[in-house]
């Protein structure tokens, strides 16, 4: 079943600002992960937050985790057109680590 | 060096038919995964095998099936396609736990079109 309900659906910005996505659970989980996927390519790993965790960074990437209103948020900053691409997160359950994936925020940063 | 490679990239098939896609990882990852994305983008898992042992199976029509001969390979065939099959197959990678901060490695995916 669907976990992660990614927020908004869709994000246009300008280059240079920057760009919040948000995400919330359902059930409790191991880890947290964000991936990007650009149109017509496979996904890839941008961060990871353990559920013990509430905040990480990465270059422009910063996440946050608030496991009592199961969210999370994914903040990249100074935006640049190469940004677009749809972003998902996802969350790790169980022994088995599966990662259940959001519906994803598709992400246009306009030159 | 291709990390995950999924063959062939592009399937287009008549309804009815078999066939199958293969997926092979160089990383020394113990964990493979088939996902399913839809025209709508959503991904949905289907499988995971852990050092060739079958650890996730999702509810999944048993017309398909994953096959892992080894930890490195794990592909999946289809049985008698179906119009509702047609999306894009990702083949996917990762170390257990994952805690360790690398998450999964994806392939560039399979885009299967059934007519």
């Known amino acids: 079943s669907q976990q992660g309900e990614e927020d908004p659906q869709a994000l246009s910005i300008q280059e240079g600002e920057n760009a919040t996505m948000n995400c919330s659970y359902k059930?409790?989980?191991?880890?947290l992960q964000w991936y990007r996927q650009n149109s017509g390519r496979g996904l890839v790993h941008l961060i990871l937050?353990?559920?013990?965790?509430r905040e990480k960074h990465s270059g422009r990437l910063r996440v946050t985790l608030d496991t009592s209103k199961k969210s999370s948020s994914l903040l990249i900053t100074a935006s640049r057109a190469a940004d677009t691409a749809s972003y998902f997160c996802?969350?790790?359950?169980?022994?088995?680590?599966?990662?259940?994936f959001g519906k994803g925020t598709k992400l246009t940063v306009n030159p | 060096d291709t990390a995950v490679s999924q063959t062939p990239k592009y399937l287009v098939t008549q309804m009815g038919n078999d066939k199958s896609i293969k997926c092979e990882q160089n990383?020394?990852?113990?964990?493979m995964y088939w996902y399913k994305q839809d025209s709508k983008k959503f991904l949905k898992i289907m499988f995971s095998?852990?050092?060739?042992?079958?650890?996730i199976n999702e509810t999944v029509p048993n017309r398909f099936s994953p096959k892992s001969p080894d930890k490195a390979h794990l592909n999946l065939h289809i049985n008698s396609l179906e119009l509702g099959d047609s999306a894009v197959y990702f083949c996917?990678?990762?170390?257990?736990?994952?805690?360790?901060?690398?998450?999964?490695?994806f392939g560039s995916g399979t885009r299967l079109t059934v007519v």
């Open positions: 937050i353990r559920s013990n965790e």
């Open positions: 059930t409790s989980i191991n880890n």
């Open positions: 996802a969350t790790a359950q169980g022994g088995s680590e599966k990662l259940v």
């Open positions: 996917a990678s990762s170390r257990l736990p994952s805690a360790g901060g690398a998450g999964y490695t």
């Open positions: 095998y852990n050092n060739k042992e079958l650890i």
């Open positions: 990383l020394g990852h113990d964990t």
